[in-house]
């Protein structure tokens, strides 16, 4: 992909993009309203830890990103033409900017009906064998990551792979096109289960919500 791809792509697997990059009249990019209430996903994600993680962390990287970006050639981009762009420090918080909402947006309240359909399903059957082996697949991927990173599920050129990326690392900077990501930071989890990554893996799948997946996967 070129550049001008991976950004049209980046655009549009973030399906709150437009919103995301809602900025004031100063040209500062403002901390965007999550589409739940801070504890709609209880029990398995808590109230303190949405509070911290979308109030405090997020909410820094936006600052940061703010900050960085401004009176330079950066302060008029969109998060994803600053990530694909950007290096250093900028990078660092306009792609945590950009993982911390393509993950939120895909959460839901728990939901008894939590499964893919449809052509999604059928190409995680292909690639996996079953949407249980791909969550196998997925959980030991996560599980695997030593220190602070991402695990995703990437579009590669039309094959379905799981991939982790360290810290604010994101693959559409090699190309690939990110269907859905848990982040394997400690903030993410440490609150509610401690170490236990594999608990937070695992009530993870319970407040996925796939159609946001199965959007970005038919983009
Ligand atoms: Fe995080």
Do not use: C
């Amino acid at each position: 992909m070129d550049k001008k791809t991976t950004i049209k792509t980046a655009q549009s697997v973030l399906l709150s993009s437009s919103k995301v990059n809602e900025k004031g009249s100063d040209g500062i990019l403002k901390l965007q309203l999550l589409p739940y209430s801070h504890n709609a996903l209880e029990p398995y994600i808590s109230e303190r830890t949405i509070d911290f993680h979308y109030g405090k962390h997020l909410a820094t990287y936006v600052d940061n990103t703010n900050k960085q970006k401004s009176g330079t050639p950066f302060a008029d981009m969109s998060i994803e033409e600053i990530m694909l762009s950007a290096s250093g420090g900028l990078f660092n918080n306009s792609a945590q900017v950009y993982n911390h909402y393509f993950q939120f947006e895909a959460f839901q309240a728990p939901n008894e009906n939590n499964a893919p359909t449809g052509n999604l399903k059928q190409a995680l059957e292909k690639e996996f064998g079953s949407i249980d082996e791909f969550k196998k697949k997925f959980a030991e991927v996560a599980l695997g990551l030593f220190g602070s990173g991402y695990t995703w599920l990437v579009d590669n050129n039309g094959k379905l792979e799981i991939q982790q990326t360290h810290n604010a690392e994101n693959p559409l900077t090699e190309g690939k096109k990110p269907l859905l990501n848990l982040d394997v930071w400690e903030h993410a989890y440490y609150l509610d289960v401690q170490n236990a990554r594999a608990k937070y893996v695992e009530n993870f799948w319970k407040v996925l919500n796939w159609s946001a997946v199965e959007k970005r996967f038919e983009k």
